[in-house]
């Protein structure tokens, strides 16, 4: 148990729902509620693997600041704005490029590798399709982008 002499120990980035109720003093059930309303953004991944970071934390806080000004929940969303949407990697989200090789088998790559990726990428999806015949034959000849 830390006395109140000793440094606090900083966040950690990836927390599960009771770990982020525990930390901001907020009910899951309220996390959730925030979640569905639009005030929090929903967590990283998804079932088990869904986890919280710092900036959930972060904004947990300023909404209970908020709330405790006695602010109704449209003028904290007004005053915060829309919160911005995780990745996983904790960054924007990605631009993928998506072959269609055969019914229910695809290649994705990120918009962002370099050009000689991105040729062995559409070469590949290429050969897939000459491999996997019939099944292929004349499926998914473009590419698509794909926000993730």
């Known amino acids: 148990m830390a006395g109140p002499d000793r440094a606090r120990e900083p966040e950690p980035?990836?927390?599960?729902i009771h770990q982020?109720?525990?930390?901001?003093?907020?009910?899951?059930?309220?996390?959730?509620?925030?979640i569905a309303q639009?005030?929090?953004?929903?967590?990283?991944?998804?079932?088990?693997?869904a986890h919280y970071r710092r900036a959930?934390?972060?904004?947990?806080?300023?909404?209970?600041?908020?709330?405790?000004?006695?602010?109704?929940l449209d003028e904290i969303r007004r005053r915060l704005g829309t919160p911005p949407v995780p990745s996983r990697e904790g960054t924007s989200p990605a631009v993928w490029?998506?072959?269609?090789?055969?019914?229910?088998?695809?290649?994705?790559?990120?918009?962002?590798?370099?050009?000689e990726a991105a040729r062995v990428?559409?070469?590949?999806?290429?050969?897939?399709r000459q491999l996997l015949?019939?099944?292929?034959?004349g499926y998914g000849e473009s590419d698509d982008e794909v926000t993730t």
């Not at 980035?13 to 599960?16: I, Q, Y």
């Not at 990428?121 to 897939?128: C, P």
């Open 56 to 72: 959930h934390l972060d904004r947990l806080r300023q909404i209970q600041v908020l709330r405790e000004a006695n602010l109704g």
């Open 38 to 49: 639009g005030l929090l953004p929903p967590p990283v991944g998804r079932g088990r693997a």
């Open 97 to 115: 490029r998506r072959w269609a090789v055969a019914p229910g088998v695809e290649l994705h790559v990120r918009e962002d590798v370099a050009p």
């Open 13 to 16: 980035d990836a927390m599960t």
């Open 133 to 137: 015949g019939d099944d292929a034959d």
């Open 20 to 34: 982020l109720a525990e930390r901001s003093g907020v009910p899951a059930r309220r996390i959730r509620f925030y």
């Open 121 to 128: 990428a559409r070469a590949l999806a290429g050969v897939a």
